[in-house]
């Protein structure tokens, strides 16, 4: 990566391929592939090879295109909050007209091509999570509602969904339900990060719930939105697109996830100074695993189902 404090003094500095890459997000759009790539292999329709590998392609860079266009927009709350601050546009190695030109044309390519590829169905839904996600999140309800990361939680809910629907045609039980694990996932985690990382939101006047409701509230917030996610994981482990290695990783998983969270909701205010919010965090790292183990777990069913 450039350094960071050259781009800021140097008026002549010049954007390099690493800057633009990184306007697309690539810590996300890693989740965004493999849940795809998992939405399709479990999808009970294969595809070419070829076709699979394009179609993956073609949402991964939708999904990097929302990226830069969700940075365009929120440029202004990324330079003040710590966590963003570095990013391409608010450290000036990328100007907000740049990011605006490469998100515009990375939308329209990916929608296009992937309806070429496979069908217009996954094509029109790869859309619609663009446009979600940059225009019904980004630009109206992320600073108007506490309940901002739901919402959004749905545009990273959607790749394993366009994977099934590249393969098959069609949305299915199976589908809903995947798309389920991401999205009733996605509060846990970022409420969790939340209540750690409340002065950047309250800094640039996001109405996480941590600010707008506070600590407590967050806490139950967590508890319940866990406690859904557990009933929709494991009742995927009864469809096809689940199986025995899929079931026994949802159980463990989420008995430990129900844990955390019950352990983050029964504390208080002066227990989470104390220890630095050890347990938030720790709850935190973990649900990036869970997505992974759960989405991984799916995939060695599938795979198991073709060797039989």
């Known amino acids: 990566m450039t350094d960071v404090s050259a781009t800021t003094t140097n008026p002549d500095y010049e954007a390099q391929f690493g800057d633009y890459f990184a306007l697309l997000k690539p810590r996300v759009m890693t989740l965004v592939v493999f849940t795809a790539f998992v939405g399709m292999l479990v999808a009970p329709v294969s595809l070419h090879p070829f076709v699979g590998f394009c179609a993956i392609l073609f949402i991964a860079v939708g999904g990097g295109a929302s990226g830069a266009l969700n940075m365009w927009w929120d440029a202004d709350i990324d330079a003040i909050m710590k966590r963003t601050a570095k990013r391409p546009i608010p450290s000036g190695r990328v100007t907000e007209q740049e990011a605006l030109a490469v998100g515009l044309a990375l939308s329209g390519f990916s929608v ?40 959004g939680g749905a545009a990273g809910a959607f790749p394993p969904m366009i994977g099934w629907v590249a393969a098959t045609g069609s949305i299915s039980l199976e589908s809903v339900l995947m798309f389920s694990l991401t ?126």
């Open 112 to 151: 296009v091509m992937l309806g070429l590829a496979t069908n217009w169905a996954a094509a029109g839904l790869l859309a619609f999570t663009i446009f979600f996600y940059v225009v019904i999140y980004s630009m109206w309800l992320k600073r108007l509602t506490p309940q901002n990361i739901v919402i």
């Open 183 to 308: 999205f009733l996932w996605t509060p846990p985690h970022f409420w969790a990060l939340a209540l750690f990382m409340r002065k950047d939101y309250d800094n640039a006047g996001v109405p996480m719930l941590t600010v707008t409701h506070g600590r407590p509230s967050t806490r139950r917030h967590i508890l319940i939105y866990t406690i859904i996610l557990a009933i929709f994981a494991v009742w995927l482990g009864f469809t096809s697109a689940g199986g025995p290695v899929y079931l026994a990783t949802a159980i463990v998983l989420n008995a430990w996830f129900l844990k955390g969270a019950f352990d983050i909701w029964r504390r208080d205010e002066d227990d989470s100074e104390g220890d630095n919010y050890a347990v938030e965090k720790a709850f935190f790292k973990f649900s990036l695993l869970y997505l992974a183990l759960s989405f991984g777990a799916l995939l060695v069913d599938a795979a198991v189902g073709v060797l039989l």
